[in-house]
């Protein structure tokens, strides 16, 4: 019995890639994490949420010629981490339809006191997406600014920018890298 338990667990190990482990990340360092099944956290506006061939599921963000914003999540900077927050790491999946696809998947930092962005960044997905008509991963680190109060607001949209076609996103995850 001793040994078939030994070998159960030495296959079970085996079946635990490395590449699994790395890219795993701790629930604690998860910021937000959607697949737009369930809108938790986010606005929501029927309008701009993309029913049909996602990336994974039913539901993915939108913007086109008649919505510049998407969904957006919206949280207290203290609400994310008790402590500050150096990089952040954003991943997403991006469907672009055509060249006329363009788009940002948006990060900013917000100051509610005075309405006022203090910090913003983005994947420019017509830089970061090669192949139209087809889903790609997109991912970045961004470095936040040491000024960031636990008062200030984090943000993360899809904005249209100069799209005049549809612009996809779904999967979309934000984490503290460090």
């Not at 030495?10 to 737009?36: G, Y």
């Not at 402590?83 to 469907?95: G, N, Q």
């Not at 984090?154 to 100069?162: E, G, K, P, T």
Request: aromatic content about 8%; charged content about 25%.
């Amino acid at each position: 019995m001793r040994i078939i338990t030994v070998l159960v667990s030495l296959l079970f190990l085996a079946a635990c890639s490395s590449e699994d482990k790395v890219s795993r990340i701790p629930d604690d360092k998860i910021i937000t994490q959607n697949d737009f099944e369930s809108a938790a956290g986010w606005n929501i506006d029927p309008d701009i949420l993309y029913h049909g061939n996602a990336h994974s599921g039913h539901y993915a963000i939108k913007v086109d010629k008649d919505h510049e914003f998407s969904l957006t999540f919206d949280t207290k900077m203290g609400i994310v981490s008790p402590t500050r927050i150096k990089t952040v790491h954003l991943e997403a999946w991006a469907f672009l339809p055509s060249d006329k696809s363009t788009g940002i998947l948006g990060l900013q930092i917000m100051d509610p006191a005075t309405n006022t962005q203090v910090y913003s960044r983005g994947i420019r997905l017509a830089e970061k997406v090669k192949s139209h008509s087809k889903w790609e991963k997109v991912e970045a680190d961004y470095d936040l600014p040491a000024n960031i109060t636990s008062e200030q607001h984090i943000r993360l949209s899809l904005w249209r920018a100069d799209a005049i076609d549809q612009v996809l996103v779904d999967d979309v995850k934000l984490s503290i890298k460090e």
